[in-house]
Nanobody, 122 residues
Framework: EHVVESGGGLVQTGGSLRLSCTAS????????IGWFRQAPGKEREGVVC???????????ESAASVKGRFTLSRDSAKNTVYLQMNDLKPEDTGVYYC?????????????WGQGTQVTVSS
């Protein structure tokens, strides 16, 4: 099982980006796909997670600022989860990662990939 992220880039404050996370070899309904980010000089933190079984989304307490701006959707046929990021702010800058995740515990089950860089200019 592994995941691959894509879709990052450079955007101005207030802009939007859509990130993609495609999972391979993942068929379990017990877990979900979680998005994480690591800002320069900071530790990686959870952002938002979507359950595979029911599609419910969970926002990490540490990333409460993204509620109302970041949303998840999924294409089950493509095994892909999309992170739509709107009204981006400079503090959203960082490397974004996805992983197979227990959405209630934020425990991850896949190794970290290279991530995708998101840069928001002021």
């Amino acid at each position: 099982e592994h995941v691959v992220e894509s879709g990052g880039g450079l955007v101005q404050t207030g802009g939007s980006l859509r990130l993609s996370c495609t999972a391979s070899g993942f068929t379990s309904d017990f877990y979900g796909i979680g998005w994480f980010r690591q800002a320069p000089g900071k530790e990686r933190e959870g952002v938002v997670c979507i359950n595979s079984s029911d599609g419910n989304t969970y926002y990490a307490e540490s990333a409460a600022s993204v509620k109302g701006r970041f949303t998840l959707s999924r294409d089950s046929a493509k095994n892909t989860v999309y992170l739509q990021m709107n009204d981006l702010k400079p503090e959203d800058t960082g490397v974004y990662y996805c992983a197979i995740t227990g959405c209630r515990t934020w425990i991850t089950f896949t190794p970290w990939g290279q991530g995708t860089q998101v840069t928001v200019s002021s």
